[in-house]
């Protein structure tokens, strides 16, 4: 099987989120033991119980609030003293607190940061102490098209998805030696709940901007989180993989 993820363990968090979700269908279908974090205890059942009707694989779940950033920091290894080892790290998990920035808070910007880049941070240093040692790892942040294009509103989500960017590249420089990857992948607009709720006037504003017309599925981006985690992807480090219909070419 091309891509194969079979032996392999991946931590997904936000793993009750669309894309989270779609994430966890994906690399349980290509063989691998999957982890999903979140808040929403109801939501992560239904992520697990959405995998093992589609596959032949469980979802182990564990409730975790990233904006507390000593939990973030002890995740990593409460997971793989419950679970096992961990060879995958999907930091999924994000918010926005869009404003303009005149009537955005201080609290709003770094709560922000705090959940989308250094709880990322945080998670990927225990992740590749880890790996180091095993001499082994993938790390797949995920980024967004609006981390390269900027979108108004979005000053503190544009921040912390650009410098997922930055921070994925100097930890492949940094661990390339140890062969443990890390990348990004940057979606665009995405099928989801708060899409679904939105006007069909801003949907089309949405569909404007993308040259192929249609919002991608999850399950779109989820494929591409499983390339960089199989061992087909081992030369590829330090890079971005844009899902996001021509909105951004690069």
Known sequence: MLFSLTGYRALITGGSGA???????AMATQGANVVVTGTNVNALDATSKEVSEK?????????CDLADLDSASRL????????????????????????LVMKMSEEDFQ?????NLIAVFMLSKAALVAMAKRRYGRIINMSSVVGFTGNPGQANYCASKAGLVGMSKALALEYARRN??????APGAVKSPMIDALSEEAKEVFLNRIPMRYMADPMDVAYACCFLASKEASYITGQTIH????MLTT
Request: hydrophobic content about 40%; some cysteine.
């Open 55 to 63: 596959t032949s694989q469980n979802v182990d779940i564990i409730r």
């Open 111 to 115: 709560e922000v940061i705090n959940i």
């Open 76 to 99: 990593f290894h409460e997971v793989e003293g419950t679970f096992g080892q961990i060879d995958i790290l999907v930091n999924n998990a994000g918010i926005d607190r869009d404003r």
């Open 243 to 246: 899902v996001n219909g021509g």
């Open 19 to 25: 894309i989270g979700r779609a994430t966890a269908v």
């Open 180 to 185: 443990i990857t890390v990348n990004c992948v």
